[in-house]
Each structure stands twice: as structure tokens, then as C-alpha cells.
């Protein structure tokens, strides 16, 4: 049966851009969210037993932090995935799911043995090897739906602000690549002491940001990244957690530590007032 707003074209009998998010996509982001939910539980609360519960042993427990971190924002975004009824405001979030995902599979497969064989790390092989390539089918299938206009209360984003959140973004993912690509290199002035899976791992974190602020440059729609930087925020609330409890993991003797905690610092301050000036025009415009 069609929605209500679901039209046809006549000459074509397509369906017209209606913005549904499709059942299918709603039972993708259901079945991922249970992981999400015990990876970064396990992350946090057992850092030190990450190679008995976790896919591999992780250490030290900042480097667990971190990738925790990304899953908080994850499990956010895919319950706004589940429930959302407009595709366009969860739309772009899914190209950073595939790369992250994508690029985490690709780590996995280049250092098999530093992984624990047990039931943790069959399920996220399992996870991995499936959700990069379901993510980008469901994509492309819900494109055809995305909607093009705004929200009936929705807010321009200044090209200004979407040229500097795009800048940093890019920033970010194109650290994040060098990170990934090299990790011995990235290891040898991180912040905190790195393995070449770690920093791998790393990589694939930075890649996050880079990947969703991009869309600002095509994409200027409030509603279109309202949730997805909900969950920027989120997970920069909890990497700025993670910081505070295991602040003595960081190598302070490292200029990359001082610069590290400045990128955040000045993130969570871009995002946050960022966020809270669309916040505050969308209210003033509502009716």
C-alpha cells in the first residue's frame, strides 16, 4: 500500500521523491544497533579485557576508548535510522557508515593474527564484512526517494560555515587516510602509543567527520545534518570522557598530545556553536 504522499509519475509509473525511509534500511539499522550497543559497552567498561570479550586485545585502553566513542555516535544515528520517517535527514550519514566500515574491514584483513579466535570476533567479521556493502545498497536503492527541498521549518546553512565545516572535514579525513595508510609512521608522534591496527583503526575514526561534512558543499539544508551532527557531538563528548580517564595513557613529552586535545577542544566548540545557531534560527522561524 502507498503512503500517502507516495505519488506516481504517469508517464513512467515510478514513484515520485517521497523521502520514505524504506523498511528495509529501518531492519539494517535495527540489526546493527545491538552491536553497537555490546561493542561499546565492552570497550568501556573492560578495556582490559578486550582480547578475552572483545575481537582482539587493545591496548592501551585509550585506543579502545576512541573506537568506543565512534560507536556512541553510531548507535544515536541508527536509532534516528529506525525511527526516522524522512530519508533526507539520515542520508548522508550512510557514505561515512560505508568508508569507516569499509575501512575497518580492510584492517581486519591485514592483520588477522592480532585477532582473538573467539565468538567476539566471528561476529565482527561477520559485521564487517556485510555492513559496508548493505549500507551502499541501500543508498543507492533509497535515492531514488531522498527529497530535494527543505523541511517545512528547516534553516540555510551559511556558505561560509558550510565552506569551513567541509574544510575541516577534509582536514580530518585526509589525516585520518595518512593515519591508515601508514600506521607505523603515525606511530612514531601520536599522541598515545599506537600499533599498526590501532592506528589503522584511528584512521578509520578520523574518516568519520570528513565523510559527512562533505555534503555541506552540495547540501546546505539544516534537516539534512541535524541528527548526523547530533552524533558528531556525542561522540565528541565521549572522546573528551575518554581523555579525562585515561589521561595517563597520553605521552605528554609528544607535541601531537597538546595538538590532539586542541583539535578536539576546538571541534566540540565548532560543532557545538554551530549546532546551536541552527538550533536557535530554526525556533525563531517555526511558526
Same mark, same amino acid.
Given at each position: 500500500?502507498?503512503?500517502?504522499?507516495?505519488?506516481?509519475?504517469?508517464?513512467?509509473?515510478?514513484?515520485?521523491?517521497?523521502?520514505?525511509?524504506?523498511?528495509?534500511?529501518?531492519?539494517?539499522?535495527?540489526?546493527? +544497533?545491538? $552491536? +553497537?550497543?555490546?561493542?561499546?559497552? %565492552?570497550?568501556?567498561?573492560?578495556?582490559?579485557?578486550?582480547?578475552? %570479550?572483545?575481537?582482539?586485545?587493545?591496548?592501551?585502553? *585509550?585506543?579502545?576508548?576512541?573506537?568506543?566513542?565512534?560507536?556512541? /555516535?553510531?548507535?544515536? $544515528?541508527?536509532?534516528?535510522?529506525?525511527?526516522?520517517?524522512?530519508?533526507?535527514?539520515?542520508? =548522508?550519514?550512510?557514505?561515512?557508515?560505508?568508508?569507516?566500515?569499509?575501512?575497518? %574491514?580492510?584492517?581486519?584483513?591485514? =592483520?588477522?593474527?592480532?585477532?582473538?579466535?573467539? %565468538?567476539?570476533?566471528?561476529?565482527?567479521? &561477520?559485521?564487517?564484512?556485510?555492513?559496508?556493502?548493505?549500507?551502499?545498497? *541501500?543508498?543507492?536503492?533509497?535515492?531514488?526517494?531522498?527529497?530535494?527541498?527543505?523541511?517545512?521549518?528547516?534553516?540555510?546553512?551559511?556558505?561560509?560555515?558550510?565552506?569551513?565545516?567541509?574544510?575541516? /572535514?577534509?582536514?580530518?579525513?585526509?589525516? /585520518?587516510?595518512?593515519?591508515?595508510?601508514?600506521?607505523?609512521?603515525?606511530?612514531? $608522534?601520536?599522541?598515545?602509543?599506537?600499533?599498526? +591496527?590501532?592506528?589503522?583503526? &584511528?584512521?578509520?575514526?578520523?574518516? !568519520?567527520?570528513?565523510?559527512?561534512?562533505?555534503?555541506? !558543499?552540495?547540501?546546505?539544508?539544516?534537516?539534512?545534518?541535524?541528527? +548526523?551532527?547530533?552524533?558528531?557531538?556525542?561522540?565528541?563528548?565521549?572522546?573528551?570522557?575518554?581523555?579525562?580517564?585515561?589521561?595517563?595513557?597520553?605521552?605528554?613529552?609528544?607535541?601531537?598530545?597538546?595538538?590532539?586535545?586542541?583539535?578536539?577542544?576546538?571541534?566540540?566548540?565548532?560543532?557545538?556553536?554551530?549546532?546551536?545557531?541552527?538550533?536557535?534560527?530554526?525556533?525563531?522561524?517555526?511558526?
Amino acid at each position: 500500500m502507498r503512503s500517502p504522499t507516495d505519488t506516481a509519475d504517469h508517464r513512467t509509473g515510478a514513484p515520485t521523491r517521497d523521502d520514505v525511509v524504506l523498511r528495509a534500511t529501518r531492519v539494517v539499522a535495527v540489526v546493527i +544497533l545491538p $552491536f +553497537l550497543v555490546v561493542a561499546a559497552f %565492552l570497550l568501556y567498561v573492560v578495556p582490559d579485557r578486550t582480547g578475552e %570479550l572483545f575481537a582482539w586485545a587493545i591496548d592501551p585502553p *585509550l585506543s579502545a576508548y576512541l573506537l568506543a566513542s565512534a560507536y556512541v /555516535g553510531g548507535i544515536w $544515528f541508527f536509532v534516528r535510522v529506525a525511527v526516522e520517517r524522512r530519508w533526507h535527514r539520515v542520508q =548522508h550519514g550512510f557514505p561515512a557508515v560505508a568508508v569507516f566500515a569499509g575501512a575497518l %574491514l580492510v584492517a581486519t584483513l591485514l =592483520h588477522l593474527d592480532r585477532f582473538s579466535p573467539n %565468538l567476539s570476533f566471528a561476529v565482527w567479521m &561477520t559485521l564487517y564484512a556485510t555492513t559496508p556493502f548493505a549500507v551502499v545498497v *541501500l543508498a543507492i536503492i533509497q535515492r531514488r526517494h531522498a527529497q530535494r527541498g527543505p523541511d517545512p521549518v528547516d534553516v540555510e546553512v551559511p556558505r561560509f560555515a558550510a565552506l569551513g565545516l567541509a574544510a575541516i /572535514g577534509a582536514a580530518a579525513f585526509a589525516f /585520518g587516510a595518512v593515519v591508515f595508510a601508514v600506521p607505523g609512521f603515525a606511530a612514531s $608522534f601520536w599522541a598515545w602509543e599506537l600499533t599498526p +591496527l590501532t592506528g589503522r583503526v &584511528t584512521g578509520a575514526v578520523l574518516s !568519520l567527520t570528513g565523510v559527512v561534512n562533505v555534503a555541506l !558543499l552540495w547540501d546546505r539544508r539544516w534537516s539534512a545534518f541535524r541528527i +548526523l551532527f547530533q552524533a558528531q557531538l556525542l561522540s565528541l563528548a565521549a572522546i573528551c570522557l575518554s581523555l579525562l580517564l585515561r589521561s595517563t595513557d597520553l605521552q605528554w613529552e609528544r607535541p601531537m598530545t597538546a595538538v590532539f586535545l586542541g583539535l578536539v577542544a576546538g571541534a566540540v566548540v565548532a560543532y557545538g556553536g554551530f549546532t546551536a545557531w541552527c538550533e536557535r534560527e530554526a525556533r525563531r522561524i517555526r511558526p
